[in-house]
């Protein structure tokens, strides 16, 4: 079987069925692999992604409208990987850790709970930048990933924990003390008036 990222072969029939990705892929491999490169410092991580992206690519091919745009078109691809890789690695290393709460509230316990629910209810953009954000990973990397510039990227962190502190307040009150917060009390459900 043929090496997809061997440049220097003939280009043979890709995955897809036409010679065309192949041909595509061969013109454009190095810069691919040199924008993946800029944004994931895992070396090893990085031919990975670059092997997904022209898994992707081969999926998507029949759905590539203009050919001409190929080059933007696989960059995209490249992109949307790099943000899954850093998904990836957020919920590998978040999801063994467990959330710190206090045995004797159960109303905490149940804010901690709620808090994930309420991240996913985030636009995308926001919940996609806040996740890699509380993740640890970098401003200037979560840039990057996104394709956008590192002012971007704090304004979509920002807006999303606003976002988020705005939907926890909205159900909780939450007592903060010199330290941080002291006490949260879940609010009672909007009743709702019955008329009969």
Known sequence: ????????????????????????????????????????????????????????????????????RAAA????????????????RRTLTTTNEPVAVPDDSSTLAWAAQCLPAMLDELPAPYRDALRLDLAGVTQREIAHASAISVSGAKSRVQRGRRLLRDRYLACCDVEMGAHGI?????RPPSASILIR
């Open 1 to 68: 079987m043929r090496d997809p990222f061997d440049t220097t072969a003939a280009p043979a029939r890709g995955p897809c069925g036409t010679d065309e990705l192949s041909s595509l892929w061969a013109r454009h491999h190095d810069q691919i692999r040199a924008m993946v490169a800029r944004r994931v410092r895992d070396v090893s991580a990085v031919d990975d992604i670059v092997q997904d992206t022209y898994l992707h690519a081969a999926r998507g091919w029949s759905q590539l409208r203009s050919h001409e």
């Open 73 to 88: 078109w696989l960059s995209r691809i490249a992109a949307n990987v790099v943000i899954d890789h850093f998904r990836q």
């Open 182 to 186: 002291v006490d949260v009390t879940r």
